[in-house]
């Protein structure tokens, strides 16, 4: 049987994720201390792949790896067309609308004209959509933060976690879009290719009351 290969997040989620497969799935496998990007347990049974969270979607719509752990966030945003297993216990974060510590709740819905930055556009139209609103959304790739100080967009849609980041950008959070965490997707090809694979890694799951 080969090895089913499995993509990992390498930033803030990969301890926790290596940790969540040793300690509550009983794998033996530790990260490499070179610059490896793909190792294996012990047994061989399991390839993992480091991998940035936001590909870890992308690697398993296209084969690249059978299965694989991202934020739920990532998921819905771009609605990739792959299984959504399971939520696993870690990762936990919320998408949120925040706007400048200065400017009241009430006067920020009173816009008639919003820009919001965001990662997130997807998600971010949809949100406003139900809520009967244009918005002008600004994709940026990263210092979301910095976008309303700039006087680029009158709020911003990001995760958070703490919140403490927000607070040293003097940003408040005023609404939560959706409650995100850490779970594990697979390829629709590879479900039934390693089927025998998946189920004896179900097994594990199911052992598990997450």
């Known amino acids: 049987m080969k090895p089913l290969r499995i993509a990992i997040p390498s930033g803030r989620m990969l301890e926790d994720t290596i940790e969540f497969f040793k300690k509550n799935l009983n794998f033996d496998v530790e990260l490499p201390q070179n610059r490896e990007l793909i190792f294996f347990d012990v047994t061989h049974t399991i390839q993992f792949m480091m991998v940035r969270n936001q590909d870890v979607p992308l690697m398993v719509l296209h084969g690249g790896a059978d299965a694989g752990v991202c934020g739920r966030d990532l998921l819905f945003e ?16 919320r998408l949120s609308l925040a706007i400048p510590e200065g400017l009241s709740t009430s006067d920020f ?102």
């Open 78 to 93: 771009n609605q990739y067309d792959v299984f959504y297993y399971l939520d696993l216990p870690f990762g936990f974060c």
């Open 109 to 210: 819905w009173r816009k008639i004209y919003i820009r919001i930055a965001t990662k997130y556009p997807n998600l971010t139209k949809d949100f406003f959509f139900q809520k009967g609103m244009s918005v002008e959304i600004i994709k940026l790739h990263g210092s979301i933060e910095v976008a309303p100080i700039l006087k680029i967009s009158d709020g911003i849609v990001d995760l958070v976690s703490t919140g403490k980041t927000l607070k040293e950008n003097q940003l408040k959070e005023i609404e939560t879009l959706m409650e995100s965490q850490a779970i594990f997707i697979i390829n629709k090809g590879s479900f039934y290719n390693q089927f025998e694979a998946f189920q004896n890694l179900f097994a594990s799951f199911r052992k598990l009351h997450v």
